[in-house]
């Protein structure tokens, strides 16, 4: 069960720890065994990357907050085997034109490259240990116990999984072996002949951006394509509900999401539908963006990793907090959404006056999915002159039906509308991250988080 460069014993312990331990009575056990190990990795580990050595910090509220610009400025300080980031970055910008993703640094190190859709393009440092806990995190907490059980049958069919997306890692392929068959679909190659081997393979698992999965979902209900998968997992974009409930009637089941980024695996759909934090492995400290404390920005620590260091790295992500339970007992955070980028959170004036205040991306797509009839996709981009959506197949009056619902969901949250303009929409290359909501005017960075 383990791909090139994968330490087996590695991956079982893994994959036991995240299918089966970490069970803890309560949050606050979790929450007093998460400071223990974090605190275990400040004093420690952490201290290997020269960033941390020089700074005579014992706890983590003693380090400072950092961000990709800062990472990237340092990158050889941030990391514990002396790598610069020209060496790393001239591996992964091979592995992208050449298409070929074997590669590795000296000492079996995998080098990744973000998509830059907030920026500049973050480059990451995995080891083959890594890679190993990588791995038997990720199939112990996504694939369900039937294809488990089928793994572990010598005599069975193995589990076949498709992953789409723009790049593909040693870090994804260190799950393929004998018993799971692994196939990268690569999104800068043409649609058909990738079509075609979806066919044929005919995936347990189908693993792509929400936006693919969208795709293939209208062919599986045009009859153009005919693959039943077992599980269905949405990476690398927000996956939104109208995304969600093609993707369940095409294929017979609610996709699941993975939360992965550059700094890791940060969560993932449970058995009972819900997204967890995966509070086992990263300390997540909250920049809370509303007073109810409902959205917060995360700063992360991962404990666990030790080639490349986290430790209160602030992401640009926006997290909308589901305060209930989970059925399936787990007390790590449970979220009712990953809204986004910072840069999706629109802003206007409140109905009363003042200062900007924060328009949040689930309330712009609520009134975007209530107009949704009127045309097949849409592009939403806020600038200093007001709103531009950019309709794909718009039909009679889409418009003024998008107006209206604006202006309604606005007025909900206690906001002035920005003026909306509408301009035609702009096609993107596959291999381009989709982000129907963004805003090019000043960010909640700017405005400030709330304590």
Same mark, same amino acid.
């Given at each position: 069960?383990?791909?090139? @460069?994968?330490?087996?014993?590695?991956?079982?312990?893994?994959?036991?720890r995240?299918?089966? @331990?970490?069970?803890?009575?309560?949050?606050?056990?979790?929450?007093?065994?998460?400071?223990?190990?974090?605190?275990?990795?400040v004093?420690?580990?952490l201290?290997?990357?020269p960033f941390?050595?020089?700074?005579?910090?014992?706890?983590?509220? %003693?380090?400072p907050?950092?961000?990709?610009?800062?990472?990237?400025?340092?990158?050889?300080?941030?990391n514990?085997?002396?790598?610069?980031?020209?060496?790393?970055?001239?591996?992964?910008?091979?592995?992208e034109?050449?298409?070929d993703?074997?590669?590795?640094?000296?000492?079996?190190?995998?080098?990744?490259?973000?998509?830059g859709?907030?920026?500049?393009r973050?480059v990451?440092?995995v080891?083959?240990?890594?890679?190993?806990?990588?791995?038997?995190?990720?199939?112990a907490?996504t694939?369900?116990?039937?294809?488990l059980?089928r793994?572990?049958?010598?005599?069975a069919a193995?589990?076949?999984?498709?992953?789409?997306?723009?790049?593909?890692?040693?870090?994804?392929?260190?799950?393929?072996?004998?018993?799971?068959?692994?196939?990268?679909?690569?999104?800068?190659?043409?649609?058909?002949?990738?079509?075609?081997?979806?066919?044929?393979?005919?995936?347990?698992?189908?693993?792509?951006?929400?936006?693919?999965?969208r795709?293939?979902?209208?062919?599986?209900?045009? @009859?153009?394509l005919t693959?039943?998968?077992?599980?269905?997992?949405?990476?690398?974009e927000?996956?939104?509900p109208?995304?969600?409930?093609?993707i369940e009637?095409?294929?017979?089941?609610?996709?699941?999401?993975?939360?992965?980024?550059?700094?890791?695996?940060?969560?993932?759909?449970?058995?009972?539908?819900?997204?967890?934090?995966?509070?086992?492995?990263?300390?997540?400290?909250?920049?809370w963006?509303?007073?109810?404390?409902?959205r917060?920005?995360?700063r992360?620590?991962?404990?666990?990793?030790?080639t490349?260091?986290?430790a209160?790295f602030r992401?640009?992500?926006?997290?909308?907090v589901?305060?209930?339970?989970?059925?399936?007992?787990?007390?790590?955070?449970?979220?009712a959404a990953?809204?986004?980028?910072?840069?999706?959170?629109?802003?206007?004036t409140a109905?009363?006056?003042?200062?900007?205040?924060?328009?949040?991306?689930?309330?712009?797509r609520?009134?975007?999915?209530?107009a949704?009839?009127?045309f097949?996709d849409?592009?939403?981009e806020?600038?200093?002159?007001?709103?531009?959506?950019?309709?794909?197949?718009?039909?009679?009056g889409?418009?003024?039906?998008v107006?209206?619902?604006?202006?309604?969901?606005?007025?909900?949250?206690?906001?002035?509308?920005?003026?909306v303009?509408?301009?035609?929409?702009?096609?993107?290359?596959?291999?381009?991250?989709?982000?129907?909501i963004?805003?090019?005017?000043?960010?909640?960075?700017? %405005?400030?988080?709330?304590a």
């Amino acid at each position: 069960m383990s791909g090139p @460069g994968v330490h087996l014993g590695v991956l079982l312990r893994a994959f036991v720890r995240a299918r089966w @331990g970490h069970r803890f009575a309560s949050r606050t056990a979790l929450m007093a065994w998460q400071d223990e190990q974090v605190q275990r990795f400040v004093r420690g580990p952490l201290r290997q990357a020269p960033f941390y050595r020089r700074l005579a910090a014992d706890r983590l509220e %003693q380090l400072p907050v950092v961000d990709k610009a800062t990472m990237l400025a340092e990158f050889a300080a941030f990391n514990t085997v002396g790598i610069d980031l020209d060496a790393a970055q001239a591996v992964a910008e091979r592995a992208e034109r050449e298409r070929d993703f074997a590669p590795m640094l000296p000492g079996g190190l995998t080098v990744g490259m973000s998509s830059g859709t907030s920026g500049r393009r973050a480059v990451f440092l995995v080891s083959a240990r890594e890679r190993s806990v990588w791995a038997g995190t990720i199939l112990a907490r996504t694939l369900p116990g039937s294809l488990l059980r089928r793994m572990l049958q010598p005599f069975a069919a193995p589990v076949r999984v498709a992953f789409f997306l723009r790049a593909n890692s040693n870090l994804y392929a260190s799950v393929g072996s004998r018993r799971l068959r692994f196939e990268f679909f690569d999104l800068a190659g043409a649609m058909p002949p990738l079509l075609a081997r979806l066919a044929a393979l005919q995936p347990d698992v189908l693993i792509a951006p929400a936006s693919v999965l969208r795709e293939l979902a209208q062919l599986q209900t045009e @009859g153009r394509l005919t693959i039943r998968p077992m599980r269905v997992l949405a990476v690398a974009e927000v996956l939104e509900p109208d995304d969600a409930q093609m993707i369940e009637a095409a294929f017979g089941g609610a996709p699941g999401q993975v939360y992965q980024c550059t700094e890791g695996l940060l969560g993932q759909t449970c058995a009972h539908g819900s997204l967890h934090l995966n509070e086992e492995f990263v300390h997540f400290e909250p920049e809370w963006l509303d007073a109810e404390r409902t959205r917060f920005v995360p700063r992360l620590t991962d404990f666990t990793r030790r080639t490349q260091v986290f430790a209160r790295f602030r992401l640009d992500d926006v997290l909308r907090v589901e305060p209930r339970p989970c059925a399936c007992g787990r007390h790590t955070l449970r979220l009712a959404a990953i809204e986004g980028r910072q840069d999706d959170v629109l802003w206007s004036t409140a109905l009363g006056g003042g200062p900007l205040q924060p328009w949040f991306p689930d309330q712009v797509r609520r009134a975007m999915l209530l107009a949704a009839p009127h045309f097949a996709d849409y592009q939403l981009e806020q600038d200093d002159a007001g709103i531009v959506v950019r309709l794909l197949a718009p039909g009679p009056g889409a418009e003024a039906v998008v107006r209206c619902e604006l202006g309604r969901a606005a007025d909900a949250a206690g906001l002035v509308c920005p003026a909306v303009r509408f301009l035609p929409f702009e096609p993107r290359r596959a291999t381009d991250k989709r982000r129907r909501i963004r805003a090019r005017i000043r960010t909640i960075a700017d %405005q400030g988080s709330v304590a």
